[in-house]
């Protein structure tokens, strides 16, 4: 069975200045996806980036930004600038590659509480 | 286009009783799944329906049951409830099933029981 960690319950950065969340997943599979969802106090879960196993190439959204090292099952987010609003949970998880009708889900890992201090 | 909307929103219940929340995809989609956020446990998967039909389901006792109805709006209903159900419960939908198909996530009804 897949398993994903997020090794860093608590994270506080500040303003303006860069930070980087870790995540790590167990798998088997050689095909999947790969995404940071973003919770805010609200609670709407926001799709924040997402990353394909068979691409190389980093995901970049805006001033978000992944390292995924596949060998090393690691998928970690980096935020450059931040902002007050991308204060909130954000989840690493993980879904196999399936094609339409096929079963699979999202596997989440326990979360990141990120603070940004103005 | 409106989002993926829950109702109710808040919701609490006594130990023994039954409950039925309800989702409502994005118009289009035809995908919903369910998960319970737990502070314990963090966010479990706990089935997937795709046009009228349970396509998936996760690892939780047979008190947890839902349908899908053919406008793919969707309920989930628990009965006897107890305390460790107390969660919020967040419903997503996609366009289809398939990895390639995004899930967006309503805002989620907060169960508690007690």
Redesign the interface.
Known sequence: AQTVTQSQPEMSVQEAETVTLSCTYDTSESD??LFW?KQPP??????VI?QEAYKQQNATENRFSVNFQKAAKSFSLKISDSQLGDAAMY?CAY?????????????????TKLSVKP | KAGVTQTPRYLIKTRGQQVTLSCSPISGHRSVSWYQQTPGQGLQFLFEYFSETQRNKGNFPGRFSGRQFSNSRSEMNVSTLELGDSALYLCASSYRTGSSYEQYFGPGTRLTVT
């Open positions: 999947y996806y969802y609200s609670r709407q879960m926001i799709l997402r989840f879904r196999s590659a399936f094609g339409e009708g096929s079963q699979g889900n999202l596997i989440f890992g326990k979360g």
